[in-house]
């Protein structure tokens, strides 16, 4: 099996501090309609630490009965408890995963050495490829390039990093320490062109939740669409993006004038002068998809 593409770190839709099953369906309709390579429910994108344990299972097998194999299925198992994320990684085999991805440990500030363990003693327990996920920004914990090739060395199912340091010298390292049968994804929106250019195998982006564009840049390599994108991002480094990405699904793919109660305790909803600046946003994402310039037919 050969992962490269766009894989989605898919928004967990909810309504009224629950989850939104139905808004989900409707989510990967959509993904598949404009053709992503995969889908990765449980992601940070989807603030899977709000979630209980319960709670988190059921996102990840509700969305692969709708996915039904239709690409990469490459759910987020983390849990800050390292039996918990074996157990999630379990059951995500029983679902027929094709990989799973895991964080580094978080909250807690943590050595390589214990990154190190940490990635060995769940790669022991779980017979499925996995992916590290590295994002210091959340995790507070960033893993070496020299941890990742020892890990390479003595654990085949570790297959492959997600990258969302931002660092593109660091990105640039892992490359260099990457064996050919092992794959790296770059999980900034607006540095997909540069990695694409360097030779990652493609992009765990945020923004295909609800925008074309990464999908296009992704098969087309056009410096018009990556300029497109890095201004979109400015935008919406404004926000958090569990915040406003449900905001932007539920307005421009669900067609809600009015999106309300769309966040989890305890984060609310955008104020009036949020929703204006995302508004104009969502109309300029509109206004390429219909000129059919960056958009699917």
């Known amino acids: 099996m050969e992962f490269k593409g766009i894989i989605t770190p898919m928004i967990t839709p909810v309504k009224n501090k629950k989850i939104d099953f139905q808004a989900i369906s409707e989510l990967i309709e959509y993904l598949l309609r404009i053709g992503v390579e995969g889908i990765f429910p449980g992601s940070s994108t989807g603030a899977f630490t709000l979630f209980?344990?319960?709670?988190?299972?059921?996102?990840?097998?509700?969305?692969?009965?709708?996915?039904?194999?239709?690409?990469?299925?490459?759910?987020?198992?983390?849990?800050?408890?390292?039996?918990?994320?074996?157990?999630?990684?379990?059951?995500?085999?029983?679902?027929?995963?094709?990989?799973?991805?895991?964080?580094?440990?978080?909250?807690?500030?943590?050595?390589?050495?214990?990154?190190?363990?940490?990635?060995?003693?769940?790669?022991?327990?779980?017979?499925?490829?996995?992916?590290?996920?590295?994002?210091?920004?959340?995790?507070?914990?960033?893993?070496?390039?020299?941890?990742?090739?020892?890990?390479?060395?003595?654990?085949?199912?570790?297959?492959?990093?997600?990258?969302?340091?931002?660092?593109?010298?660091?990105?640039?390292t892992f490359i260099a320490h990457l064996p050919s049968n092992r794959y790296i994804f770059q999980g900034r929106d607006d540095l997909l062109y540069e990695s694409l250019i360097l030779g990652a195998s493609g992009g765990v982006c945020g923004t295909s939740n609800f925008s074309t564009l990464v999908h296009e840049l992704y098969k087309k390599k056009d410096l018009n669409i990556q300029k497109k994108i890095v201004l979109i991002m400015e935008t919406l480094r404004k926000f958090q993006n569990h915040v406003s990405y449900n905001y932007i699904f539920r307005k421009k793919i669900l067609n809600e004038e009015f999106p309300k109660d769309y966040t989890m305790e305890p984060f609310s909803d955008l104020n009036s002068d949020q929703e204006r600046i995302l508004d104009i946003l969502i109309s300029d994402l509109k206004e390429y998809e219909l000129k059919g310039t960056y958009g699917f037919k």
């Open 52 to 172: 209980s344990l319960k709670e988190h299972r059921e996102i990840i097998e509700f969305s692969r009965e709708k996915f039904q194999g239709k690409g990469l299925f490459i759910p987020g198992i983390s849990r800050n408890n390292l039996e918990e994320t074996i157990l999630m990684g379990k059951s995500a085999i029983d679902m027929g995963a094709d990989g799973v991805v895991i964080i580094t440990p978080f909250y807690l500030k943590f050595g390589q050495d214990a990154i190190y363990r940490y990635y060995a003693k769940i790669a022991d327990e779980l017979d499925i490829p996995i992916f590290v996920y590295n994002n210091p920004d959340l995790s507070c914990n960033s893993i070496e390039p020299e941890t990742l090739e020892k890990l390479f060395q003595n654990y085949s199912n570790i297959i492959g990093i997600k990258d969302s340091s931002g660092d593109m010298r660091k990105f640039n």
